[in-house]
């Protein structure tokens, strides 16, 4: 269907679109299912910058997210994250490992789906399939369950919050711990309000480094090294953006200025990262394995929104 559109036209298509996701009216789950539409309809014309602009653009959105919070509010929310998240990780890996093997999945596709949800979604997913030494098949099939299971969380769990009338603390606590990727967790919290977004995206980022000693657990248990282990660098940057906006204030009209851009950023992100989407992806997935990552998902976000709310965080 694409390969009938000329490239110059589907190029031009996607260029407009972009350029309307800079529009203050846009949201980030707007943005997200604008990309997919476009996605389906004309395909992604810049295929080379499928993959790596959306998590370059994510890396410097989340950065510039950081000059607009505190970093002893933020210090606090990882306080109560980082236990938090520990028990999360683990329960979500050794239940995610069993369900898989009652699904009948293939020991790689279990691994990474669980991964992907214990931890930050497609990134987890990127740097586990090396140390396992996943196939092309089991990539897809894990990446396109946790994509469709983001887009799904970016709309329903701004409305569950509201739903269920939470503080902006307790859902950017329950949204770091059970929405997958870092982009829709920040554009989850961002929805949702600025302290959601900061306890949100802190430990959210501390989730993320659980995939550190994570990834050395699997290569240890499989008896395999890894040549690749991929660490976020990025979060050291995010560590300096929230110090250089609480100690020194004279920055604050600059600071200010790139967390408008990176909340832009962020937007764009997600149009990227839908307009990334493909029918081929969607094959790959099939019934079983799409399953599992919505039973799998929906069991961590039941478990942990109960947990939350009997520890009133």
Same mark, same amino acid.
């Given at each position: ?27 980030? &789950?707007?943005?997200? @299912?604008?990309?997919? /539409? ?15 602009? &959306? ?70 997913? /990127? ?19 946790? @994509?469709?299971?983001? *887009? ?5 769990? &701004? ?40 306890? *949100? ?30 660490? &976020? ?58 399953? @599992? ?21």
């Amino acid at each position: 269907m694409f390969s009938r559109i000329p490239t110059t036209y589907r190029q031009i298509i996607f260029i407009v679109v972009l350029a309307i996701c800079f529009a203050n009216w846009m949201s980030a &789950p707007l943005a997200l @299912f604008a990309g997919m /539409a476009l996605a389906f309809t004309v395909g992604h014309p810049f295929i080379h910058l499928r993959h790596i602009a &959306p998590k370059i653009l994510l890396q410097i959105a989340v950065v510039g997210l950081g000059f607009g919070m505190n970093i002893y509010s933020a210090a606090e929310a990882g306080r109560q994250g980082i236990v938090f998240t520990l028990c999360s990780v683990t329960a979500v890996m050794l239940a995610g490992l069993v369900l898989g093997r009652l699904f009948g999945l293939d020991r790689n596709v279990r691994v990474l789906v669980s991964g992907g949800t214990a931890i930050c979604g497609g990134s987890a997913i /990127a740097a586990i399939s090396p140390a396992i030494r996943a196939g092309e098949s089991h990539i897809s099939v894990s990446l396109a369950t946790v @994509f469709i299971l983001n *887009a799904v969380a970016l709309v329903l769990f &701004p409305q569950i919050g509201h739903w269920l009338d939470m503080d902006e603390h307790t859902f950017g606590m329950w949204a770091a711990v059970a929405i997958h990727d870092t982009s829709s967790v920040a554009g989850a919290g961002q929805e949702y309000g600025p302290q959601a977004l900061e306890t *949100a995206l802190t430990v959210k980022l501390i989730r993320t480094l659980w995939i550190i000693p994570l990834i050395f657990f699997i290569t240890l248990f499989r008896k395999r090294t890894s040549k690749r282990i991929t660490i &976020p660098w990025f979060i050291f940057g995010f560590l300096a953006a929230m110090c250089i906006n609480t100690f020194i204030p004279v920055a604050a009209p600059l600071t200010s200025t790139l967390v408008v851009i990176a909340k832009k950023l962020l937007v764009i992100t997600l149009f990227l990262i839908g307009a990334s989407l493909s029918h081929k992806n969607l094959k790959q997935v099939g019934f079983r394995p799409l399953v @599992f990552g919505i039973v799998l998902w929906a069991l961590t976000g039941t478990v942990t929104l109960l947990v939350i709310r009997m520890l009133e965080w």
